[in-house]
Each structure stands twice: as C-alpha cells, then as structure tokens.
C-alpha cells in the first residue's frame, strides 16, 4: 500500500502562484510514476502532470510553461509550481501514484482562482 497525503491548495488570485505537495509513504519502493491529477466540478479528472522514476516529465497542454512538476526522492516528496494561475484552473487537485499497475490516489487538496 501507498499512502498520498497532499497540501498547499488555498485561494489565489489569478496571476498567482501556489504549490502543492505531496507526501508518499508505505511500500514506495517500484513506484513508477507519479503525478498530478485535477477535477472541476462537473468534469472528468485529467491529468495536469507527470514524472516517471527516471525522471522525465508530461504535461497537459493548457498547463505548459506555467506548471512545474519535481520530486524530492530523499524526502519521498512529490511538488507541482502552479504559476501565472487562471480561473479555469480552480479544481480540486489529486496525486497519483502508480506502483505494479495500480492507482493510488491522495485524498485532494481545492486551489481556487478568483479572477
């Protein structure tokens, strides 16, 4: 099991910047990937971003050049930068991780832009 504990959400105005966090912990070990998930109200979750265990990156095409994903492998950390925020960018946003082919998924943390 993989336990996914994120943070750092909160309300912004547009233009702003947070970051969120996420803490993994239990059998981290052959996790493969992980990344960053988000939900609006009334929408599917989509990916935002992604990194694999060798370190390379996806991102969704309205978050390029604005969103940046990184780890931290000693403290088990997985971030994402979030600048120059926009309105549609309010959602409540998911880590992912993914370990044998199975989904874990932390419990959400809302970011809400205000225009």
């Known amino acids: 099991q993989v336990q996914l504990v994120e943070s750092g959400g909160g309300l912004v105005q547009a233009g702003g910047s947070l970051r969120l966090s996420c803490a993994a912990s239990?059998?981290?070990?052959?996790?493969?990937?992980m990344g960053w998930y988000r939900q609006a109200p009334g929408k599917q979750r989509e990916l935002v971003a992604s990194i694999t265990s060798g370190g390379s990156t996806n991102y969704a095409d309205p978050v390029k050049g604005r969103f940046t994903i990184s780890r931290d492998i000693v403290k088990n950390t997985l971030y994402l930068q979030m600048n120059s925020l926009k309105p549609e960018d309010t959602a409540v946003y998911y880590c992912n991780a993914k370990r044998y082919s199975v989904n874990y998924w932390g419990q959400g943390t809302q970011v809400t832009v205000s225009s």
């Open positions: 239990g059998s981290i070990f052959a996790i493969n990937t």
